[in-house]
């Protein structure tokens, strides 16, 4: 009696055992990322559409079948545009969930509150979204652009015949990092030039701010003073109402042309753009762009869109941080493949130097010392139907210089990543 409970026992066990040997191969035949984006508050207008593209690129990834034959499997969290809790969240992405990278953020204020996480614990973040630069971590690889890529292109434009010969600049930002230092690097510029203080006027409005009635009447008197131009840096929800004031007070791009730095497709979806024909954005994509691989990504999107239901998918747009996305986990899925390993180091040193042929049009490459790609430099105008007409570009992809010439000091800056510790 006694054996045949010990062969029941044995049995159980050798079970339970083979069980477990089982789910922990079925574990591992995945391979878990992170999406690290607000779905909920004032960026959700954003946001949300780089997480839906983030699964749509995972979704494509794993159709072709995966990465070093396993799948990948999207582990999703909202922040909620709370930026203390994209540290939380961050944390929760790498210890408890275990993913091997993060795709995310979009504020500075948020990457700057998880940065500390991922150096600590040594994970992966890919940023998609033009910044501020002054910063290279070796954790971090920043698929959207730094200022010489967007900011001072855009601002040269202004000042050219081809651009309205503007003289004076009204730097209009949120309240926050991002803003505030392109715009130091902007001043400082704009310096170079010869601009003074008298033509430059600087505000800055908090998150989710609404009335911008005062700021556009301040916009109009500036004007009165000479050719001038705004450039915006204000992000999120925000854009709706100061587009909106624009129109209202009849101020148009042939008065006072608005570049935009944080405004495309996505954002304009709620606007009557028709008012505001003839402003411009600076980006690296536009979804107007014709290439053939434009047409195959914008084709996907709207379809994919459309099968999942999302919201306002008869009129989906793509843009260019959704772009950067897509090519920053594609380049990822392409150093894990070349290093057969999802181990941070490894993934690390196999990203220097990927390439991809970019929705741009372009061979995009992931610069080989600072974690930066090079990007193409576009301007467009604001259609009547929301969309953009490229009206400048370079003719190639120019190398990011994270450590702008225009900050003192940055010259004796490593052209390489290091802790921001």
């Not at 705004?230 to 992000?235: G, L």
């Not at 290439?291 to 008869?314: E, I, R, S, T």
Request: glycine share 8%; hydrophobic share 40%; aromatic share 10%.
């Amino acid at each position: 009696m006694k054996r045949r409970s010990l062969i029941k026992a044995f049995t159980l066990t050798a079970s339970i055992a083979a069980m477990g040997m089982t789910w922990t191969v079925q574990a591992a035949e995945t391979i878990k990322v992170g999406i690290l984006h607000s779905l909920s508050g004032t960026m959700a207008i954003s946001e949300t559409s780089l997480k839906d593209m983030a699964l749509m690129t995972i979704d494509e990834i794993n159709a072709k079948g995966g990465v070093n034959g396993k799948q990948l499997e999207a582990v999703v969290v909202d922040p909620a545009s709370n930026w203390p809790l994209f540290a939380e969240k961050g944390r929760q992405l790498l210890t408890q969930d275990k993913v091997a990278v993060v795709f995310g953020c979009w504020t500075s204020v948020s990457r700057k509150s998880v940065l500390p996480v991922f150096e600590e614990l040594n994970g992966l973040l890919f940023y998609p979204v033009q910044y501020e630069g002054e910063e290279m971590s070796p954790n971090v690889f920043y698929t959207g652009a730094a200022p010489n890529q967007q900011a001072i292109p855009a601002v040269e434009y202004l000042m050219s015949e081809d651009g309205g010969s503007a003289k004076r600049f009204f730097l209009l930002g949120t309240d926050y990092v991002y803003p505030r230092t392109t715009n130091k690097i902007l001043r400082s510029f704009l310096h170079s030039k010869g601009v003074a203080d008298k033509d430059i006027e600087e505000v800055y409005t908090p998150f989710g701010h609404s009335d911008y009635q005062t700021i556009v009447a301040n916009i109009k008197k500036f004007s009165a003073g000479g050719k001038t131009a705004v450039i915006s840096t204000v992000n999120g929800d925000s854009n709706v109402p100061f587009y909106k004031e624009l129109a209202n007070q009849g101020l148009k791009a042939t008065d006072v042309p608005v570049v935009a730095f944080s405004v495309g497709e996505e954002e304009l979806r709620g606007i009557d753009t028709k008012p505001l024909v003839g402003n411009l954005a600076a980006w690296n994509y536009f979804e107007s762009v014709e290439n053939p691989v434009n047409q195959k990504f914008v084709a996907d999107w709207k379809a994919y869109a459309k099968a999942k239901k999302l919201p306002g998918a008869d009129k989906a747009v793509t843009n260019d941080p959704m772009e950067a996305t897509y090519v920053g986990i594609h380049m990822w899925a392409q150093a894990v493949e070349k290093a057969k390993s999802t181990d941070v180091d490894k993934v690390r040193e196999a990203l220097a130097g990927q390439t991809f042929a970019a929705p741009s049009g372009y061979t995009l490459t992931m610069d080989k010392t600072n974690h930066h790609l090079h990007k193409p430099v576009m301007i467009g105008e604001i259609q009547p139907d929301g969309q953009f007409n490229v009206v400048w570009q370079t003719e190639g992809p120019i190398r990011a210089q994270p450590w702008s010439p225009f900050i003192p000091g940055n010259d004796k800056k490593p052209d390489y990543a290091v802790k921001s510790n």
